[in-house]
């Protein structure tokens, strides 16, 4: 299969993927904002397709996810418009370009995820007046979502090292 044809099935696979994730979490009860599903898979959508494949899953995830599934809920569909293509571009560019340690680049893509949708809650909370701060923020998106960033700390790397590993082996085809 050619580079362009893997990347397309790949990122299509993910793009998959971070659709019935959570639809899957909810299904058990367990809330999008405290596992972050669709986080999980864009992560992992960067650092096995590449920062391009990464970025293109997570700014196609929400508005897709949203019109076939209603979540996640309209108010956060711009807001995680901007921050999940960044965490997919980020996870690409820091393991596979800048050739980070995955959880040094996971981490990293973390922050930058989390600092696009900060800027992005800023801008919108100027047009709309909205009736909280930092504060309420912080607690939303970090604390909130504490128990998905461990699961991702957790999952993301070895999953990531399977495939690496994988890859490496004589006539096995690479993921």
Do not use: D, W
Not at 99 to 120: D, E, K, Q, W
Not at 133 to 140: L, M, N, S, V
Not at 162 to 169: D, E, N
């Amino acid at each position: 299969m050619r580079p362009g044809t893997q990347l397309i099935v790949r990122s299509a696979l993910f793009l998959a993927l971070t659709v019935l994730l959570p639809i899957a979490f909810h299904q058990f009860g367990l809330g999008g904002r405290l596992f972050l599903p669709m986080h999980l898979t864009v992560l992992l959508a960067g650092f096995i397709c590449g920062p391009v494949g990464g970025c293109l899953v997570g700014a196609a995830a929400p508005v897709i996810s949203f019109l076939m599934t209603g979540m996640p809920p309209a108010y956060a569909v711009p807001l995680m418009s901007v921050e999940l293509p960044l965490y997919g571009l980020a996870a690409g560019l820091s393991y596979e370009k800048l050739h980070l340690n995955v959880y040094i680049a996971l981490i990293v893509s973390m922050i930058v995820g989390r600092l696009g949708f900060a800027l992005a809650l800023l801008i919108l909370g100027q047009l709309i007046e909205l009736p909280y701060g930092p504060a309420i923020y912080f607690q939303a998106v970090i604390i909130t979502g504490l128990p998905g960033i461990i699961l991702q700390l957790v999952f993301i790397p070895p999953i990531v090292a399977a495939l690496k590993r994988r890859r490496q082996v004589p006539g096995v085809p690479a993921f």
